[in-house]
């Protein structure tokens, strides 16, 4: 047993799809908390496995899973008291601007004044538009759920090719969780979902995705593919008359392909090898 | 003025530290080397091309010093892949973490010789104390470029764990053994 648990896809995919089916399912009387919770479940399961309960010292990693247990409980606020402050992109951007400075803040002091403003700039959009275009989808569980599949799985799977299994692990852990919520969402027959699930993902997969590019080898151009995920998510035609499991398989297979093309092009700028 | 001609004489003699002498470690002879099981089947070794610091040596009164900086982004394994890994957050996360640091805390002297250095490892924020065991020993003038230098062989065993560096356990080992080569010129 021990040793199953120790296989890095058990960790990131297998154990948070059942945390997040088995604790949102518990957590159903919690209403439209309920698939954050359960998303937010499935990664923590990971974060015990990859890091354990130790927050000190206080790593770029560790800022992250503190970030993104803060964001789970703002976006569980805002859902409860239907709070219209948190919708503005520039509360977006301030609250980028934020996190990132905590994260790399101390990384982006090392570099010198241009290298330092553009790459400053870019961390805060990148976290910034992840999270503002997640939360427009935050009300449709089909698109949202399969935005954050497919955007965890391709911000994982590049960190990986990227040198970072730790960093792939946890974003990979957010998008199989997602897909545990996914899930709940086609047996529950019910739309709870909301910011307590839209915004810790796109906090944490924004992160995660500018750390890699930060602190191991990820070319941030692969990022520029990786945003336009979310965009695909909200705009892809699907007929409200199909079935609920057809317009999921469609929206996650479209998103999931995206995410395909940016990780054949990450796996081609790394000369198409990672190592382990 | 014969008093000031024999006092010259005399300071100009090549004398034994009876001060404490200060070193600047000479990057193009120190590095540190390390070993660790991969997955049972064998020894890694690797090590960092990059390093500074500086000694003092009282050999008088036994006592001294040592403080040495890592670069932990010129890690070396002979395999590019392979390093960036190394470098990346899985393991010593350089980006975020560029230096790793042994400050002595204690220099034990056997005669003439140091034979340990007892101190503080810090990787990644993390600080241990770590003793390393001193095998060899020499303080001379390097005949080739006529600097007074003084050099050391050193090693120490680690568990990485200690310093939050997990990846890969248990498969990949979690003990390391370090071995350093120092040498330091006398300022």
Redesign the interface.
């Known amino acids: 047993m021990t040793n199953i648990l120790n296989f890095p896809e058990i960790q990131s995919v297998v154990l948070p799809l059942l945390a997040a089916v088995l604790i949102g399912a518990g957590a159903e009387r919690l209403g439209r908390l309920n698939h954050g919770i359960g998303m937010l479940a499935g990664f923590i399961v990971t974060v015990l496995f990859v890091n354990g309960v130790e927050l000190l010292p206080l790593t770029a990693a560790r800022k992250i899973i503190v970030l993104g247990i803060a964001a789970a409980i703002i976006g569980a606020i805002a859902d409860q008291r239907g709070t219209r402050w948190l919708r503005r992109p520039l509360h977006f951007v301030t609250l980028s601007v934020l996190a990132s400075a905590w994260v790399l803040g101390a990384a982006l002091l090392r570099k010198s004044g241009l290298a330092m403003l553009a790459a400053g700039v870019g961390i805060v959009l990148y976290t910034a538009w992840l999270t503002y275009w997640l939360d427009r989808v935050r009300h449709d569980e089909l698109r949202a759920t399969a935005a954050t599949v497919s955007l965890g799985m391709g911000t994982g799977l590049a960190a990986i090719v990227g040198s970072s299994a730790l960093f792939g692990q946890l974003a990979i852990s957010i998008g199989a969780a997602s897909g545990g919520v996914m899930l709940l969402a086609l047996l529950q027959k019910q739309n709870k979902t909301g910011s307590v699930l839209t915004l810790p993902a796109g906090v944490l997969l924004g992160l995660i995705g500018c750390t890699t590019v930060a602190f191991a080898e990820l070319p941030w151009t692969v990022l520029v593919g990786l945003g336009l995920i979310p965009l695909a998510a909200q705009f892809m035609p699907t007929s409200q008359r199909r079935s609920r499991w057809l317009q999921a398989t469609v929206l996650t297979v479209s998103t999931l392909a995206l995410a395909g093309l940016v990780l054949g092009y990450a796996w081609y700028l790394a000369n198409g090898s990672s190592y382990s | 003025m014969r008093k000031l001609i024999l006092a010259a004489a005399v300071l100009a003699l090549p004398t034994p530290a009876v001060f404490a002498d200060n070193y600047t470690i000479d990057p193009e002879h120190t590095f540190p080397h390390f070993m660790i099981s991969h997955v049972g089947f064998s020894t890694m070794h690797g090590r960092f091309d990059k390093s500074s610091g500086k000694l003092t040596l009282d050999v008088a009164k036994k006592t001294g010093s040592v403080e040495i900086t890592i670069d932990a982004t010129s890690i070396d394994t002979a395999?590019a892949?392979?390093d960036?890994?190394l470098?990346?957050?899985?393991f010593f996360?350089?980006?975020?973490?560029?230096n790793i640091t042994f400050k002595s805390t204690k220099v034990t002297f056997t005669g003439d010789k140091v034979t340990a250095l007892d101190g503080d490892l810090t990787i990644?924020?993390?600080t241990k104390p770590v003793t390393l065991a001193v095998t060899s020993m020499k303080c001379d003038v390097n005949p080739f470029n006529k600097k007074f230098a003084c050099g050391f062989d050193a090693n120490a065993k680690i568990k990485r764990s200690d310093f939050?560096i997990?990846?890969g356990l248990?498969?990949i080992g979690d003990d390391v053994a370090l071995m350093f080569e120092i040498e330091a010129i006398k300022d």
């Open positions: 395999h892949k392979r960036q890994h470098k990346s957050p899985d996360n350089a980006g975020e973490f560029p990644m924020k993390t939050g997990n990846y248990p498969a």
